[in-house]
Nanobody, 120 residues
Framework: QVELQESGPGLVKPAQTLSLTCTVS??????????WTWVRQPPGKGLEWMGA????????YYSPSLMSRTSISRDTSTNQFTLQLSSVTPEDTAVYYC???????????WGQGTLVTVSS
């Protein structure tokens, strides 16, 4: 059974970089054809797809609206992938989720989510 768990600071100051890690168990992030994804949900708003890294690690994909501030990477030795979002503002306050994409945007497994608040 695959499980995903987000970790990282719950409070980030404006203009700083938000960094989150997703630890995957029960599956390898190198397993063929899966994409490892970050999604967020601001308070009172819908889900926003942020980006993903492919199973082979050679490709990353980002939301056009966040591309200039977002970086997704992975560490195969620890079976983790990470999100970095730079120059954050209070509008980046959200619950951040990591998820597994089976392909075509089918997110079949989610972490529990972690609330990140951007505030001074």
């Amino acid at each position: 059974q695959v499980e995903l768990q987000e970790s990282g600071p719950g409070l980030v100051k404006p203009a700083q970089t938000l960094s989150l890690t997703c630890t995957v168990s029960g599956d390898s992030i190198t397993t063929d054809y899966f994409y490892w994804t970050w999604v967020r949900q601001p308070p009172g708003k819908g889900l926003e797809w942020m980006g993903a890294i492919a199973y082979h690690g050679r490709m990353t994909y980002y939301s056009p609206s966040l591309m200039s501030r977002t970086s997704i990477s992975r560490d195969t030795s620890t079976n983790q992938f990470t999100l970095q979002l730079s120059s954050v503002t209070p509008e980046d306050t959200a619950v951040y989720y990591c998820a597994r994409d089976r392909g075509g945007g089918a997110l079949d497994t989610w972490g529990q989510g972690t609330l990140v608040t951007v505030s001074s």
